[in-house]
């Protein structure tokens, strides 16, 4: 028998507040524009009727949609080949002096990344809308997630990226068979030229900048480390920020369970952004609109100087009593290192850059010993190898003997 | 309370028939040297009796660990950290018009590639064991998959590649801050190598080629395949076979499950090499001893032109009513690129190489369209970009302006 997901009952806008009923709004906020991001609204009474902690202590769906009565797709019938979700939870056993750190390895997502969630959602509403095409502008992350799951559904996609997107991600791009516009210019011309281009052509919208049912789908990250451990909810969850639609998610997530009674409370969620990129850390510190700035730094997936979900991202982590803060590309490259000699977890740059902010947070004295502390590691190191190899050194070339080999290990 | 694993009864060669005590033997036959791979033995009726179909069905276990009475790993309280296995088996939906086709995608593996299960298994003895160090030759993803587990376990790791291994797969390795020797030579100077280095050091051994635990891990991709289809085993497997090590995992596993009536029989496998590496498909198609050959194919991953396993490679496919095939690296490079498009899927040459061979088969007439056919894909194009790029094509530059998409979409 198809399951049911969750009846969205109202969209409400970020910034002024205004709702909207379900069909009433396609993306952002009619009075608002780009910058009035929608939420979107439940009954939770609702839907505490008919889903509790047991109901999943039994469920042996092997994927996100194990919380699909808190998700905005109707039926099970309707879902994504692709299995997004449902990742490991790794203990960090001690690492960094933390007996209770935790590593939640969103890498193992169908495209390697965790943007899989949204794009997920984002299909599976796609289709059920008879979209003729999807598209999204993407520094590669949520372009190949897409293009992935538009594979999959065989629904045809376009991607739009910054001319100089590492290749290792345009090439898988193409090979989910995408149509890939290769924008002379950042990511910031992409976004702008893709929104005109899906204006134009009618496309299904893929930013969770734009589309309020995305960010639905990033929230079962924080749904998956409640029930990993065991509902209870950690105390800090470190964050990678670029567009600040993940922390939105994440933040959106660990409230609902809140409001459901699953866990006790939002625990805080420490936003880290690059210092050559951190525009969302300056208008949280100073209470203010997002000042856009140029991206300047390695961790390409989060190298968006012109968020576009900061409001979103701001309020929830201010209103979990958490913080924001920075590290330089130096710091996110010995975290890739670092993480991947201690955990056998190989991050890109966006991926480590949580873990380089919970080791200068730990160095700074800002995390207790006690404390039980979730890192986001969001995307996998295969995507960007020129990177990696700066942060890991060299192969030690040798001969065909085993001299060869002594010599080499006696150095 | 700790779950407990299969009991090894003994050690058997496959050239000479010697049966070893468990503790008898490290590695190959005394007998027979390095051409005397053991076969791993247990007491089915004793298992039998402990493991049933219903308790797979009851199983929560998110890993392949839920095989572990079937697996030579004492006791749950020893698994690694990472999670290997239990990986997607995606419904092709009438790809090559076969209605009941199957994709195994086991690139959702910890470092992306099929061998984290035997490496998980490997690991987990080498750490009961008390080894000083792990050691592997690999031409990427034995080496890489070796790495991160001895990462995440805290087990020295020495891992020996040839010179010219794809840069992505060296910067894995390097990330989990394995030694990585970039031996000048080949595949097979490699292992030669790293045999040497390995007796001298007496670090534990990770070749499936010389090592009889490693099939162990390789074999639940058969079990995982049987489970998902609910117990029916499939008409047909195809698998990409380098050293064939993978080959016999998967014959074993069929065979294992077939002792135990949890299926009805083992299903025909075919082995696909690559055309300008094909020694195992000579051998078996001549029904004589394997002569090695130069290897010449983009799949690196199956680039063994002295492959150590092929007579249980051989014997399996033998006794399951099967054939060897090749394909030529075109058909791979479009295998990937077909793939991709057709389910959302990114195959590394070697990890496409086995729906390279279906394509074939089917359009010579080999397969009936109303079998059931299992593809496995046993790594991610994440790890050479460069094929994926060649499969691929091209993006399309574009200008910042709607009218460039238009143009571009007109021509």
Redesign the interface.
């Known amino acids: 028998m198809a399951q049911r997901g969750a009846r969205v009952v109202g969209l409400k806008c970020m910034k002024c507040g205004r709702e909207y009923a379900p069909g009433d709004a396609a993306y952002t906020c009619e009075s608002c524009g780009l910058d009035g991001i929608l939420d979107v609204l439940y009954d939770y009474d609702e839907i505490a009727r008919s889903f509790t902690r047991d109901d999943l202590a039994a469920s ?1 769906e ?1 994927s996100h949609w194990r919380y699909l009565p808190l998700m905005p797709v109707d039926s099970s019938e309707s879902l994504p ?3 997004a979700g ?1 990742t ?1 939870l ?2 960090g ?1 001690g690492l960094l002096e933390l007996p209770n750190l935790f590593i939640k ?1 969103d890498s ?1 997502n ?3 990344s965790l943007k899989d969630r949204a794009t997920s959602v984002g299909i599976a509403r796609a289709v059920a809308e008879n979209a003729s095409a999807v598209a999204a502008a993407s520094t590669g992350n949520a372009g190949s997630s897409l ?8 629904v045809p996609c376009y991607i739009f ?1 910054p ?1 100089d997107a590492p ?2 991600k ?8 995408a ?7 950042g990511y910031d ?1 992409a976004f ?2 893709a929104a ?2 899906i204006e ?1 052509y009618g496309w299904y919208n893929r930013s969770c900048a734009v589309n309020p049912y995305l960010i639905e789908g990033k929230k079962t990250v924080a749904f998956e480390i409640c029930e990993q451990l065991e509902f209870r909810a950690p105390d800090k969850v470190f964050i990678p920020v670029g567009d600040g639609c993940i922390t939105s998610g994440v933040y959106k997530g660990f409230a609902e369970f809140t409001r459901l009674g699953f866990i006790e409370r939002v625990p805080e969620l420490i936003g880290v952004q690059a210092e050559g990129c951190d525009p969302i850390k300056v208008a949280f510190d100073s209470n203010s609109d997002l000042v856009p700035c140029e991206a300047r730094t390695i961790a390409d997936s989060i190298a968006a100087g012109h968020p576009r979900n900061w409001r979103k991202a701001t309020r929830g982590i201010r209103t979990s009593g958490g913080s924001m803060m920075t590290v330089t590309d130096d710091e996110i490259l010995g975290a ?2 670092a993480l ?7 991050a890109e740059p966006a991926g480590a850059t949580a873990f380089a902010g919970l080791t200068k947070a730990v160095s700074e004295g800002m995390v207790g010993s006690d404390e039980t502390v979730v890192v986001l590691m969001t995307g ?4 960007d ?1 020129d990177s ?2 700066r ?12 001299e ?3 010599s ?2 006696a150095t």
């Open positions: 042996r092997n080949v692709l299995r449902w490991p790794y203990n056993r390895d193992l169908p495209t390697a293009a992935g799951f538009a594979a999959a559904e065989h990226v001319a290749k290792p345009i090439a898988q791009l193409l090979v989910y068979g149509t890939v516009f290769a924008v002379d210019g011309d702008d030229l005109e281009a134009h890739i290192a991947g000699r201690a955990t056998g977890i190989f996998s190191g295969l995507k190898s990696a190899m942060a890991a050194g060299q192969a030690v070339p040798v001969g065909r003997s085993l060869d080999v002594k080499a290990l």
